[in-house]
């Protein structure tokens, strides 16, 4: 796919998703990275758009330059947006010692600290998070809990992947050194990239994983 059809797949896509106001968003190819520019009305929006870029066939990378600008109804005050993501952590049902995050928030910019015990517990107060108004942007910096049995976890995430129909499992290749778990081989899409991805995550004790998987149309050149 060239970068003019890209281009106008990427920009049809977003004006067919009703959450986005796409008149505010520029779209620029060049050799399959994307770059999102202009603004958005929420985090949560400038996510939505971040997701459905990164699921399209034919984008390599993306450079997110999109800007959060919160309508006046939307402003908080940090304090506020402070004690609602506390609530929001609280009721959580997969944050599971909501006490052992730490909240500080300049400007609407969220910065989460502290440890939980699995990846998906991190990607959760994640999503929790960027759902709520007035929040601009959101570092999360939550540590994983390490207990880790390198062999244990070769063995989960490769049998995760084999059971994933939108992955070759045989295109990856698995590397683990205590808690850090490093992927190098050859995906097809942006997508398969991240579900193996999120199958390295999903293994228990899991710290650190290392994407070095290329995307198809990358290998040119390139040698792993």
Known sequence: MNDLSLRQDIIAELEYEPSIDAACIG???DHGIVTLSGHVRSFMEKHTVERIVRGMLGVRAIALELEVRLP?????SDDEIASRVLAVLAWAATVSNPRDIEVTVRRGFVILKGMVDWHFQRTAADAAVRQLAGVT?????LEIRRSVNR?????EIEEALRRNIEIDPDDIRIETSGSQVTLRGSVRTLRERALAERAAWSARGVTVVEDRLLVDDQLDGLST
């Open 151 to 155: 062999f244990a976890v070769t063995r």
């Open 27 to 29: 779209v620029a190819v």
């Open 137 to 141: 942007g959101l570092s999360n910096q």
């Open 72 to 76: 006046e109804h939307q402003s908080r």
